[in-house]
Nanobody
Framework: HVQLVESGGGSVQVGGSLRLSCQIT????????MGWFRQVPGKSREGVAA???????NYGDSVKGRFTISQDSAKNTLYLQMNTLKPEDTAMYFC??????????????????WGQGTQVTVS
């Protein structure tokens, strides 16, 4: 049974930083693709950043240079370091995982395993 549990969300001032964590339990596959997504009410879910088991990354244009995705394979944990936060970064953030694909996916439809989300508010 695969479970993803996010933590680390909260309220932060403009220009501040937060680090989100996503603990993954259960086996998906020997190689995985994992990502962070965000969603605000009334809008579709947006792919923020993704990483695969080989360490390849893919970032959305709005977060390049500010956010860093990383993984700790030993702990089976995914991270998102968010710096220089802006009000438009306010959203519910979700982590997702699936088997290794031929690309580093930021499309929500490419993922079958999801966490419950953690709220990030920047003001």
């Amino acid at each position: 049974h695969v479970q993803l549990v996010e933590s680390g969300g909260g309220s932060v001032q403009v220009g501040g930083s937060l680090r989100l964590s996503c603990q993954i339990t259960g086996f998906i596959s020997a190689g995985q693709c994992m990502g962070w997504f965000r969603q605000v009410p009334g809008k579709s879910r947006e792919g923020v950043a993704a990483i695969d088991s080989n360490g390849n990354t893919n970032y959305g244009d709005s977060v390049k240079g500010r956010f860093t995705i990383s993984q700790d394979s030993a702990k089976n944990t995914l991270y998102l370091q968010m710096n220089t936060l802006k009000p438009e970064d306010t959203a519910m953030y979700f982590c997702a995982a699936d088997t290794l694909m031929g690309w580093v996916a930021r499309c929500p439809d490419d993922y079958n395993y999801w966490g419950q989300g953690t709220q990030v508010t920047v003001s």
